[in-house]
């Protein structure tokens, strides 16, 4: 499978409203994210960050705005979306579920691509396999590799590591990190140390109707050393914000 | 068969059997006991496979039709949500007229042979395909739909692809119980009208007070749908061997 070129469109929210179960989530918000890097939005859980996101894939219709990339082109078949859960079908294989795309595309499926992926997410061994004889961390790993194989300059992942051990969970972010390089991503997360890692550029997401600060741009490529001193520091402020933010919106 | 507890169950209800007739001293044209119905099933083979035979082609033939219809018609309202609030009252309303009561009309209509009761098989078994299958369709797990909408799917697609996979246990609890049901249909056919079948001949047979004979007849019955059920379990498992109910099983 051939890399990708870096992405070069930026894609923007521009004046977006959302309503959900009579609650007003976000109103009139706009927000870009520039063409190639990673942007993290952080914030605390029910603020509105996956529907957000669900707003960009398409998946909601806003009730007021729209979703624009820089070069006119729809975005649409130009994304790929990651959700909390894995979504691995039960019924296909690990080699079944990552090419599950072309399939649903009526496309004739790049096995040897999705071979090589399998093998750059190490789960070469598990290809003939069903998903529920898989760990927690092959199964994301696994959904990961379906990801890549959709091969899209614009990816969205909606908090894709929460539900793996602390461990499993920084193996697959450098991962992801490397395999990502030159996409444009969002990445929706409530762990500020994830968005630290991983981000080019970190929003925080807070309030109701929630509003987008302005971002934090951590020195340094991602992905990040966790045993960086200002790292740490740099979380520590954020934890702080965060927690400033739920109060004020309490 | 490594479980021999079903063996055991049927051993009791025998024994429980003969030592009612024992006990009551009930004559034998009331309630014949284990033993004589175990000689007629042997002295009448060749009859009760006659009939047997007859009887369990209606079963299938309704096992097939009904499924396949009722299968056809879940797909339909799925895929064309418009059909659903003219479909589903339908079906519905279908299923509060008694079959039972529809029988003598169905032999009016159809006749004394096969056909009426394969007709009545379809609408006992329909019923519960149409409605397992569409229920399971209709619960498709959220996030396989998104997935496959931003991939990029047709509704076709997303519906052979994704949402009939997921619902195939919902579709197999379905099959199930129309196997289970399925001997009803054609019994109930041939008590109203028919030349032959098991349901004959136990009305024959308890029209000239020949009770071993019908209890042997109902043992077939039984046997059969037995049988049927048992393969058709089996078959769903083996074609499913990732739904849940499948995992647990081999966990087990």
Same mark, same amino acid.
Request: charged fraction near 15%; glycine fraction near 8%.
């Given at each position: 499978?051939?890399?990708?070129?870096?992405?070069?469109?930026?894609?923007?929210?521009?004046?977006?409203?959302?309503?959900?179960?009579?609650?007003?989530?976000?109103?009139?918000?706009?927000?870009?994210?520039?063409?190639?890097?990673?942007?993290?939005?952080?914030?605390?859980?029910?603020?509105?960050?996956?529907?957000?996101?669900?707003?960009?894939?398409?998946?909601?219709?806003?009730?007021?705005?729209?979703?624009?990339?820089?070069?006119?082109?729809?975005?649409?078949?130009?994304?790929?979306?990651?959700?909390?859960?894995?979504?691995?079908?039960?019924?296909?294989?690990?080699?079944?579920?990552?090419?599950?795309?072309?399939?649903?595309?009526?496309?004739?499926?790049?096995?040897?691509?999705?071979?090589?992926?399998?093998?750059?997410?190490?789960?070469?061994?598990?290809?003939?396999?069903?998903?529920?004889?898989?760990?927690?961390?092959?199964?994301?790993?696994?959904?990961?590799?379906?990801?890549?194989?959709?091969?899209?300059?614009?990816?969205?992942?909606?908090?894709?590591?929460?539900?793996?051990?602390?461990?499993?969970?920084?193996?697959?972010?450098?991962?992801?990190?490397?395999?990502?390089?030159?996409?444009?991503?969002?990445?929706?997360?409530?762990?500020?140390?994830?968005?630290?890692?991983?981000?080019?550029?970190?929003?925080?997401?807070?309030?109701?109707?929630?509003?987008?600060?302005?971002?934090?741009?951590?020195?340094?490529?991602?992905?990040?050393?966790?045993?960086?001193?200002?790292?740490?520091?740099?979380?520590?402020?954020?934890?702080?914000?965060?927690?400033?933010?739920?109060?004020?919106?309490? | 068969?490594?479980?021999?507890?079903?063996?055991?169950?049927?051993?009791?209800?025998?024994?429980?059997?003969?030592?009612?007739?024992?006990?009551?001293?009930?004559?034998?044209?009331? *309630?014949?006991?284990?033993?004589?119905?175990?000689?007629?099933?042997?002295? +009448?083979?060749?009859?009760?496979?006659?009939?047997?035979?007859?009887?369990?082609? +209606?079963?299938?033939?309704?096992?097939?039709?009904?499924?396949?219809?009722?299968?056809?018609?879940?797909?339909?309202?799925?895929?064309?949500?418009?059909?659903?609030?003219?479909?589903?009252?339908?079906?519905?309303?279908?299923?509060?007229?008694?079959?039972?009561?529809?029988?003598?009309?169905?032999?009016?209509?159809?006749?004394?042979?096969?056909?009426?009761?394969?007709?009545?098989?379809?609408?006992?078994?329909?019923?519960?395909?149409?409605?397992?299958?569409?229920?399971?369709?209709?619960?498709? +797990?959220?996030?396989?739909?998104?997935?496959?909408?931003?991939?990029?799917?047709?509704?076709?697609?997303?519906?052979?692809?994704?949402?009939?996979?997921?619902?195939?246990?919902?579709?197999?609890?379905?099959?199930?119980?129309?196997?289970?049901?399925?001997?009803?249909?054609?019994?109930?056919?041939?008590?109203?009208?028919?030349?032959?079948?098991?349901?004959?001949?136990?009305?024959?047979?308890?029209?000239?007070?020949?009770?071993?004979?019908?209890?042997?007849?109902?043992?077939? *019955?039984?046997?059969?749908?037995?049988?049927?059920?048992?393969?058709?379990?089996?078959?769903?498992?083996? *074609?499913?061997?990732?739904?849940? +109910?499948?995992?647990?099983?081999?966990?087990?």
């Amino acid at each position: 499978m051939a890399r990708a070129p870096r992405t070069s469109f930026d894609v923007s929210v521009r004046n977006a409203s959302l309503r959900y179960a009579g609650a007003l989530l976000f109103d009139r918000l706009d927000f870009t994210l520039p063409a190639g890097q990673w942007t993290c939005l952080l914030g605390p859980s029910g603020v509105g960050k996956s529907s957000f996101l669900r707003l960009i894939a398409g998946l909601v219709v806003p009730d007021r705005g729209e979703v624009v990339c820089s070069d006119r082109q729809p975005l649409a078949p130009r994304l790929a979306w990651m959700g909390q859960q894995d979504n691995l079908l039960p019924w296909l294989t690990v080699l079944g579920n990552v090419t599950l795309g072309a399939r649903l595309r009526g496309e004739r499926p790049d096995l040897a691509g999705a071979e090589a992926l399998l093998a750059r997410v190490g789960l070469t061994g598990q290809r003939d396999q069903r998903p529920a004889t898989l760990s927690g961390g092959q199964r994301q790993r696994a959904a990961l590799a379906r990801t890549l194989m959709e091969d899209r300059p614009v990816v969205l992942m909606d908090e894709p590591f929460s539900a793996l051990d602390a461990i499993t969970r920084a193996r697959l972010q450098v991962l992801a990190a490397q395999l990502l390089a030159g996409r444009t991503v969002l990445l929706v997360t409530h762990d500020p140390l994830e968005a630290l890692r991983l981000g080019d550029r970190i929003h925080v997401m807070a309030g109701h109707p929630a509003r987008i600060e302005a971002p934090i741009c951590p020195a340094g490529a991602p992905p990040r050393d966790l045993h960086d001193p200002a790292l740490l520091a740099r979380q520590g402020e954020l934890l702080a914000g965060l927690a400033d933010a739920q109060e004020a919106a309490a | 068969m490594s479980n021999p507890r079903p063996l055991l169950v049927l051993a009791g209800l025998l024994l429980l059997w003969q030592a009612l007739v024992w006990i009551t001293g009930v004559p034998r044209y009331l *309630l014949p006991p284990p033993w004589l119905v175990g000689k007629t099933l042997l002295s +009448e083979a060749p009859l009760l496979a006659h009939h047997g035979a007859i009887t369990l082609v +209606e079963i299938l033939l309704g096992l097939v039709g009904g499924v396949l219809i009722g299968a056809v018609s879940a797909l339909a309202m799925a895929f064309l949500p418009p059909l659903q609030p003219w479909l589903l009252p339908l079906l519905v309303l279908g299923q509060t007229i008694p079959v039972f009561a529809l029988a003598p009309l169905l032999v009016l209509w159809f006749g004394y042979g096969l056909a009426s009761k394969v007709v009545m098989a379809i609408l006992i078994i329909y019923f519960p395909v149409a409605a397992a299958l569409f229920d399971g369709l209709r619960r498709t +797990e959220p996030g396989w739909l998104d997935l496959a909408r931003t991939m990029g799917a047709t509704r076709l697609r997303t519906l052979f692809r994704v949402r009939l996979p997921a619902a195939l246990p919902a579709f197999g609890s379905g099959v199930r119980v129309a196997t289970a049901v399925a001997p009803i249909g054609a019994v109930v056919g041939e008590w109203v009208g028919s030349s032959a079948g098991l349901g004959y001949l136990m009305l024959h047979a308890n029209a000239r007070l020949q009770i071993e004979v019908m209890f042997a007849a109902l043992i077939v *019955l039984m046997a059969m749908a037995l049988a049927l059920y048992v393969l058709v379990d089996r078959l769903l498992v083996r *074609l499913m061997p990732w739904a849940p +109910e499948t995992l647990a099983r081999s966990a087990n």
